[in-house]
């Protein structure tokens, strides 16, 4: 484990060492929608056994701090034949960037500020279209991303990499099921490298017409 450990610092170092100083910012106002495309894998734990799994989302973000997101785990059934995986659909909030900048409790290093800023909370639907019988439970998640490359070293649309390191509980239970063939509650604990792209689209800058009153 210790060797791991050395080996995830020394492989992250470039960016800790070489992290631009900055304004908490980091351009997020300019290009005010993320897409972040992630795809990896991690482990599914349902209170019987453990299972592989793939795993796929696709976020997007307002100035990186709220948006809708979409994604999908498969892997191998349980023992009973159930539980291929699920479709999220549900918004995604990330609000430590917001308060931290109002704060103006920014650290001014870049890849600090930005995996601090990561920490992200997700809520919404598990639909299980796999299954035979189809159902939907509640899904929340957490998540942190660790940055591998960073945007102060992009140019053009592609903005960053990261390893997006996740856990979503998905309750399919009595209490939250959409179907009453369904009855599953589970985790999904996952690591994706996640890719994203960031484009204008005015949100950032938006504010109501202005008037001028006359004498």
């Known amino acids: 484990m210790n060797a791991r450990c050395l080996a995830l610092v020394f492989a992250l170092w470039p960016a800790l060492a070489h992290a631009d100083d ?12 993320t897409i972040a495309a992630d795809v990896g894998g991690g482990v599914v734990l349902d209170g019987v056994d453990a299972r592989a799994t793939m795993t796929a989302d696709l976020r997007f973000r307002i100035i990186d701090a709220a948006g809708p997101a979409i994604g999908l785990r498969w892997g191998p059934a349980d023992d009973v034949g159930s539980g291929h995986g699920h479709v999220f659909i549900g918004v995604e909030l990330r609000p430590l960037f917001p308060a931290l900048f109002l704060l103006d409790l920014s650290t001014g290093n870049e890849w600090v500020d930005l995996f601090v800023q990561s920490f992200g909370i997700e809520l919404g639907a598990a639909l299980f279209p796999f299954d035979d019988d189809f159902g939907i439970g509640l899904a929340v998640g957490l998540s942190m991303s660790v940055p591998l490359l ?7 649309p592609f903005q960053s990499i990261s390893l997006r390191l996740g856990a979503r509980r998905v309750d399919a239970t009595a209490s939250f099921q959409g179907a009453p063939e369904v009855d599953r509650s589970e985790w999904t604990i996952s690591a994706a490298l996640s890719f994203a792209f960031a484009a204008r689209i005015g949100a950032a800058s938006w504010e109501p017409p202005r008037y001028r009153l006359s004498n």
Do not use: E, H, I
């Open 22 to 33: 900055g304004d908490g910012v980091y351009d997020r106002f300019d290009r005010d929608l």
């Open 150 to 156: 960073l945007p102060s070293r992009t140019t053009g």
